[in-house]
């Protein structure tokens, strides 16, 4: 009896640590500075960065294929971040790239003119817009990123730019004498 | 040579060990669905059936019989798939993160295979030496691997064919398991082992 609970304790015993040093051993690692890239970026996926959106773009940074001043949705901040992240010199946005928005922005379809062509969904990005050929299209505000993606492909230019004000809904304080980024209202 | 041969065939075609000796049937079942699961299963399972076989033999030989502890085998045997499986699973995803991709979640599925344990014990029964384990586990390994092939095509063609409603679903592939394993006894005559 003790010599069955001693052998198997023991076979046991032998096959974690067998299991442990090769847990150690064959450890695999991820690519941890590519999550943390992708999470300073604004996720508006609008591509201005010359890449198909931002987990790309957050992956070119990574293999540093790409400076961090191609993001203008995400403006200075993203830049500051980036760069304290990366240990890096700030640089000032690429104006090749875009111009910074001083207010977040979404788009809006003008129901009235919209010709149901399909053409500003297929551009959307975050399929943030709804709708079917021949009927009226419309956008989910609460989707929007505000890339503008949408914009060149309309036909009948019946997509506009509106302003996302701080409502009494997504209005965030800003705390004084802390590095704060408010995030960018979606 | 021809031993080994011999055990390779009667593994295989004639000892099919889903057609005919009946162990492993849930994989059998649950992931021939799709031709594309089927083949990555077979392949994490002949691995895996392979080196228990060899693994399972050398705990019996070097540890269990030594000290007199035959009786022992089921639950050492159960101890030892399950390390093979976890470490097989380390070292595919360390080395080759492309057949990780395929084989995923079928590796800690193995563990539960009756087929797996049945290898193991039959292995001790029959008084296999270190080799004949070796072939014993692969052409066991290769005989589900076939059958669990063949029957996930089967069983895509079966999901477009005109099935009577009281058939259709499990009951159709369960009927085809056993004409197929009908169609395997036929190899019973092959030889004798």
């Keep these: 009896m003790v010599i069955v609970i001693i052998t198997l304790a023991v076979v046991a015993g032998i096959f974690g640590l067998i299991l442990g040093y090769s847990a150690i051993r064959f450890k695999v690692e991820g690519d941890p500075v590519v999550d943390k890239i992708d999470a300073l970026l604004p996720q508006t996926q609008c591509g201005q960065c010359t890449y198909a959106g931002c987990r790309p773009y957050a992956e070119a940074i990574a293999k540093g294929e790409a400076d961090i001043n191609q993001c203008p949705p995400g403006g200075e901040a993203t830049i500051i971040a980036l760069a304290d992240l990366l240990d890096v010199e700030v640089k000032p946005l690429n104006a090749a790239h875009g111009e910074e928005k001083a207010c977040p922005t979404i788009v809006r379809i003008d129901e009235q003119t919209c010709i149901g062509c399909t053409l500003c969904i297929q551009a959307c990005p975050v399929d943030a817009i709804l709708g079917a050929a021949k009927h009226m299209h419309t956008v989910i505000e609460s989707e929007c990123t505000g890339c503008n993606l949408c914009i060149p492909p309309c036909p009948v230019d019946c997509i506009h730019i509106f302003e996302v004000k701080p409502t009494i809904r997504n209005w965030v304080a800003e705390l004084p004498d802390v590095d704060y980024v408010a995030p960018s209202a979606a | ?193």
């Design chain 2, 1 to 193: 040579m021809t031993e080994y041969a011999l055990i390779l065939l009667s593994t295989i075609l004639v000892n099919n060990f889903v057609l005919v000796k009946f162990l492993g049937l849930c994989p059998f079942m649950g992931v021939s669905r799709k031709l594309e699961t089927a083949m990555g299963m077979a392949l994490a399972t002949t691995f895996v059936l392979t080196l228990s076989s060899v693994c399972s033999y050398l705990v019996n030989e070097y540890i269990l019989v030594p000290l007199g502890l035959e009786y022992m085998r089921t639950i050492m045997f159960i101890l030892v798939i399950a390390v093979v499986v976890q470490f097989t699973e380390m070292v595919v995803h360390k080395t080759s993160p492309l057949l990780y991709n395929v084989l995923g979640i079928f590796l800690p599925l193995i563990t539960t295979n009756c087929a797996v344990l049945g290898v193991a014990l039959l292995n001790t029964q029959q008084q296999h030496g270190f080799l004949q384990s070796l072939f014993y586990g692969f052409g066991a390994a290769v005989g589900f691997s076939l059958v669990l092939i063949l029957f996930s095509a089967l069983r895509e063609r079966i999901t477009v064919a005109d099935v009577p409603e009281a058939f259709q679903g499990t009951s159709i592939a369960l009927i085809t398991a056993g004409i197929m394993s009908l169609a395997f006894m036929g190899f019973a005559g092959l030889i004798k082992i």
